[in-house]
């Protein structure tokens, strides 16, 4: 049980990690196969498409961790309270940007999805499914920074 626990809660690590093993392995097989004069046209066409997937997983990885950039010179100067209502508004922000994404990510899934990929003949729509669906995972983490920031009276959630 706590071995489901911890996947189900670090799946976007694991498809992410999948996702860019999948895309090492394919340039290594593309790049021996020019060495030996083959012609593997699909091994471009995936590494392309496992490389989308593991950047924008990636991207929510480093949301949920707090590892992405964050300039914060001019919070540090600022009072608490000013503090906290500016990373209430940045949030808000945030939350507006992941729900323009998640619709016309959809959208564009949606739109694509009956439409075969040149080499792997996959739907295009299943490449562009990362879109909505990172923007979901983003969304809920944007939420649960809110919670921390204006509930638990946290300027800086952990």
Not at 24 to 32: M, N, T
Not at 81 to 101: A, D, E, H, M
Request: net charge positive; hydrophobic share 55%; proline share 3%.
């Amino acid at each position: 049980m706590k071995i489901g626990k911890k996947v189900f809660f670090n799946i976007e690590e694991i498809v992410s990690c999948v996702f860019f093993t999948i895309m090492c392995i394919s340039v290594a097989l593309g790049v021996f196969a020019r060495f030996f004069e083959l012609s593997l046209v699909w091994t471009d066409e995936l590494a392309r498409y496992t490389f989308i997937w593991s950047v924008l997983l990636g991207t929510v990885v480093a949301y949920k961790h707090k590892k992405h950039i964050v300039i914060d010179a001019l919070s540090s100067l600022l009072p608490k309270k000013v503090n906290t209502i500016i990373q209430i508004i940045v949030r808000l922000g945030l939350l507006y940007l992941f729900f323009i994404l998640l619709k016309y990510g959809w959208v564009l899934t949606i739109q694509t999805w009956g439409v075969p990929t040149t080499s792997l003949e996959i739907p295009t729509g299943f490449v562009y499914l990362v879109v909505p669906l990172s923007s979901f995972l983003l969304i809920v983490y944007t939420l649960i920074e809110l919670y921390q920031i204006i509930f638990k009276k946290v300027s800086k959630p952990s």
